[in-house]
């Protein structure tokens, strides 16, 4: 089963655009990933969040968790053509040690 | 260079035939995964290994088998049991099994002939 939902599906920008991606999760967790995949290659880890933290930051990605909402976003600034990947989000499960629950992901295309 | 490898690229299987996919790693990590993806579609788990000489079945297990006699190896066999094996294979490892960040190879892709 898929914790982590993804929305939306696939999202279309231009260069220099900002990219938000949400994510929303069922059960309670003690963390939440974002990775990256480009075409046919294997995930990069992006960034993780604990649920005792609200925002986090690294370069020109930014992640929020909501854990009233059981939600986080990812926002990509000042996009370039490199980011141009499908980013899914993972969540751990406090009942299964060792288990992520990755979900569908969002497919960001960037046109220059 | 240290991270996680994965051979063959592109692994072609004939009707009821048995295929390997090698997993390597030399992060010196306790705990390694194997996961499927199908087209336009997250990651779902097959086996994952915390220990050396110890697995568990994850959501998909069915039609699949691994053994994890090295630390550093965790190979995944697809069995002619596994009736639609047509995916993209990712090994991955991390640390420790507590849902800590994964390090992932760079894929198999398994078709069928």
């Known amino acids: 089963s898929q914790q982590g939902e993804e929305d939306p599906q696939a999202l279309s920008i231009q260069e220099g655009e900002n990219a938000t991606m949400n994510c929303s999760y069922k059960?309670?967790?003690?963390?939440l990933q974002w990775y990256r995949q480009n075409s046919g290659r294997g995930l990069v880890h992006l960034i993780l969040?604990?649920?005792?933290?609200r925002e986090k930051h690294s370069g020109r990605l930014r992640v929020t968790l909501d854990t009233s909402k059981k939600s986080s976003s990812l926002l990509i600034t000042a996009s370039r053509a490199a980011d141009t990947a499908s980013y899914f989000c993972?969540?751990?499960?406090?009942?299964?040690?060792?288990?992520?629950?990755f979900g569908a992901g969002t497919q960001v295309v960037v046109t220059p | 260079d240290g991270g996680i490898t994965q051979s063959p690229k592109y692994l072609f299987r004939k009707e009821g035939q048995n295929v390997t996919l090698s997993c390597e790693q030399n992060?010196?990590?306790?705990?390694m995964y194997w996961y499927r993806q199908d087209p336009g579609q997250g990651l779902r788990l097959i086996y994952y290994?915390?220990?050396?000489?110890?697995?568990q079945k994850g959501d998909i297990a069915e039609g699949y088998s691994v053994s994890r006699e090295k630390k550093e190896s965790f190979p995944l066999t697809v069995t002619s049991a596994q009736k639609n094996p047509t995916a993209f294979y990712l090994c991955?490892?991390?640390?420790?099994?507590?849902?800590?960040?994964?390090?992932f190879g760079p894929g198999t892709r398994l078709l069928v002939l």
């Open positions: 991955a490892s991390s640390s420790w099994a507590g849902g800590e960040t994964q390090y």
């Open positions: 059960t309670s967790i003690n963390n």
């Open positions: 969040i604990r649920s005792n933290e």
């Open positions: 993972a969540t751990d499960d406090p009942d299964s040690w060792g288990k992520l629950q």
């Open positions: 992060l010196n990590h306790d705990a």
């Open positions: 290994s915390q220990i050396v000489n110890d697995f």
